[in-house]
């Protein structure tokens, strides 16, 4: 059985098209990442909020994500200088662009239910 041609582009075409589809799964899809996002469309929250929202995670891996998505840019992170320290995290304008992208693969799920 041959392969089915989806394009009449060449590998090198076909490659430079999908990286940036490549990069912007890479970027969302860790399983928490889209969790965390959405939380973060309702506003700033410190961490135990986030905690306390994003239902399942463990506070290890919320660390670890939050990280992640900043290195990514997606969110950012502002320390206050109180004691206790307090520590506040809220979407970048990059993060809330991908609020149109999490409406849709919402509406996609309740649409295509299990």
Do not use: H
Request: aromatic share 6%.
């Amino acid at each position: 059985m041959g392969k089915i041609a989806i394009s009449n582009t060449t590998k090198e075409e076909n490659k430079s098209q999908l990286c940036p589809f490549q990069e912007a799964m890479d970027l969302i899809s860790g399983k928490w990442t889209m969790s965390i996002i959405n939380t973060l469309m309702n506003g700033k929250m410190r961490f135990k909020e986030l905690e306390r929202n994003v239902t399942g995670i463990n506070t290890r891996m919320l660390v670890k994500e939050l990280k992640q998505l900043e290195t990514k840019k997606i969110i950012k992170r502002k320390a206050f200088a109180t004691i206790p320290p307090t520590v506040e995290y809220s979407l970048t304008k990059k993060g809330k662009n991908l609020k149109p992208v999490i409406i849709e693969i919402q509406a996609w799920a309740m649409k295509n239910p299990d």
